[in-house]
């Protein structure tokens, strides 16, 4: 939890240092985080310890003029390499996508279906989850043939579960407790 914190600590402190200019940071740092994740040593590089400061500093300035980041992106990097923080930059990230999709009004939808879905089902999927929280829906989609039937949908932190799998347990708990 003191990580979750950190991270939350971190990217509100970013959102609030860039201000309007807040879309423009988030495809930086997500831009960073990516490249970063492409790269797995690097991201180990940031998270040991063992590391010098300095060494970590200097890899961030290459970082910074390899990809040109908003200004204040760029500082708040040097802020995570001179604080040794550098190992939480992916937690942070992801809690600042998380606090400017909150800004803009959107939330995060993943629906996970036994088949393909065909567009026209996608399309009511996401007017119908719209609808349900009053907010644009960033609607992303995979195929699981384990559910079985029916759809699984993860709005934010809530999960709607109508897979024939999980309908199919249920009437097999109560078949079982009644007989």
């Known amino acids: 939890m003191i990580q979750g914190s950190l991270a939350r600590r971190y990217a509100r402190a970013l959102l609030a240092s860039v201000g309007d200019d807040?879309?423009?940071?988030?495809?930086?740092?997500?831009?960073?985080?990516?490249?970063?994740?492409?790269?797995?040593?690097?991201?180990?590089?940031f998270a040991d310890p063992t590391v010098s400061r300095k060494r970590k500093a200097d890899a961030v300035e290459k970082l910074i003029e390899a990809g040109k980041p908003h200004p204040l992106v760029a500082n708040f990097l040097r802020v995570l390499a001179a604080r040794n923080r550098l190992g939480h930059l992916e937690d942070i990230a992801r809690v600042f996508d998380e606090l400017v999709d909150e800004r803009l009004g959107r939330v995060k939808a993943?629906?996970?279906s036994a088949a393909p879905l065909a567009a026209?089902?996608?399309?009511?999927?996401?007017?119908t989850l719209v609808r349900a929280t009053r907010r644009e829906v960033e609607l992303?989609?995979?195929?699981?043939?384990?559910?079985?039937?029916?759809l699984v949908a993860k709005v934010g932190s809530k999960v709607f579960d109508g897979s024939l799998r999980t309908q199919l347990g249920a009437l097999r708990d109560e078949l079982l407790r009644r007989g």
Do not use: N
């Open 22 to 45: 807040f879309e423009r940071a988030h495809a930086d740092l997500s831009a960073i985080v990516g490249s970063l994740r492409d790269a797995p040593e690097v991201m180990e590089f």
């Open 110 to 112: 993943e629906v996970v």
């Open 120 to 127: 026209d089902q996608e399309a009511r999927i996401r007017e």
């Open 140 to 150: 992303s989609t995979r195929v699981d043939p384990s559910i079985l039937g029916g």
